[in-house]
């Protein structure tokens, strides 16, 4: 009796102690429940990340950054260009005849002054050589007067960007300075050549075929 008293003590007491270490040590679900500590790490409230964009290629970031390539322009616009600046120039030289003609009835000079080259040579339809000075002395020494002065069927040919040949007739009806009425034609061939913008005739060749 007196063996089991102290041993039924002895039980008491571990099971006293066993009872109170449960009591003091925390349970799993208490610290997930915990409340966060200030100054924790930041991957327990870390903000959602954001999805990037996917990464573009360089050959495909090349051709968005190229711009449109330009429209070519058809041949046949190319060939319509050209015919038009052709025109053009055979339009010019054909003014400038006809002005040049006109003014030869109005005994007007400045206009050889402006179409005739300094350096022209040329062969007048009675055999003289005539120069931009003897053209324009002539004109205003003539004493004819004159009805009807004008080209007819003139035909331009290029010969480069700068070169062109003029051939045409001149139809002139007047009196001379004698009062006999005339009624004559000239066939010409007219060089012309473009310096610093300007078209001027360098060479002229002049024949009477009628009156």
Same mark, same amino acid.
């Given at each position: 009796?007196?063996?089991?008293?102290?041993? +039924?003590?002895? #039980?008491?007491?571990?099971?006293?102690?066993?009872?109170?270490?449960? !009591? !003091?040590?925390?349970?799993?679900?208490?610290?997930?429940?915990?409340?966060?500590? !200030?100054?924790?790490?930041?991957?327990?409230?870390?903000?959602?990340? $954001? $999805?990037?964009?996917?990464?573009?290629?360089?050959?495909?970031?090349?051709?968005?950054?190229?711009?449109?390539? /330009?429209?070519?322009?058809?041949?046949?616009?190319?060939?319509?260009?050209?015919?038009?600046?052709?025109?053009?120039? !055979?339009?010019? +030289?054909?003014?400038?005849?006809?002005? =040049?003609?006109?003014? %030869?009835? /109005?005994?007007?000079?400045?206009?050889?002054?402006?179409?005739?080259?300094?350096?022209?040579?040329?062969?007048? =339809?009675?055999?003289?050589?005539?120069?931009?000075?003897? #053209?324009?002395?002539?004109?205003?020494?003539?004493?004819?007067?004159?009805?009807?002065?004008?080209? &007819?069927? +003139?035909?331009?040919?290029?010969?480069?960007?700068?070169?062109?040949?003029? #051939?045409?007739?001149?139809? &002139?009806?007047? $009196?001379?300075?004698?009062?006999?009425? %005339?009624?004559?034609?000239?066939?010409?061939?007219?060089?012309?050549? &473009?310096?610093?913008?300007? =078209?001027?005739?360098?060479?002229?060749?002049?024949?009477?075929?009628?009156?």
């Amino acid at each position: 009796m007196r063996f089991i008293i102290p041993m +039924l003590s002895a #039980i008491a007491l571990t099971c006293s102690y066993s009872v109170f270490g449960q !009591e !003091e040590s925390p349970s799993p679900a208490a610290e997930e429940n915990a409340p966060a500590v !200030e100054g924790a790490s930041p991957a327990a409230s870390a903000p959602p990340t $954001t $999805t990037a964009a996917p990464a573009q290629s360089p050959a495909a970031a090349k051709k968005a950054a190229s711009p449109a390539p /330009a429209t070519t322009k058809p041949a046949a616009t190319a060939a319509a260009a050209a015919t038009t600046k052709k025109m053009s120039v !055979e339009a010019t +030289l054909k003014d400038d005849e006809n002005r =040049w003609e006109a003014a %030869f009835a /109005a005994k007007d000079a400045s206009v050889s002054q402006t179409v005739v080259a300094n350096d022209f040579v040329g062969v007048y =339809w009675d055999g003289k050589v005539m120069s931009k000075s003897r #053209i324009i002395s002539q004109i205003k020494k003539d004493k004819d007067t004159y009805q009807l002065a004008r080209n &007819e069927k +003139l035909d331009v040919h290029r010969y480069g960007p700068n070169v062109a040949v003029v #051939i045409g007739t001149a139809h &002139e009806k007047g $009196t001379a300075k004698d009062g006999k009425p %005339f009624d004559r034609t000239f066939r010409f061939t007219d060089t012309w050549v &473009e310096r610093n913008g300007q =078209w001027q005739c360098i060479a002229s060749q002049v024949m009477k075929v009628k009156g």
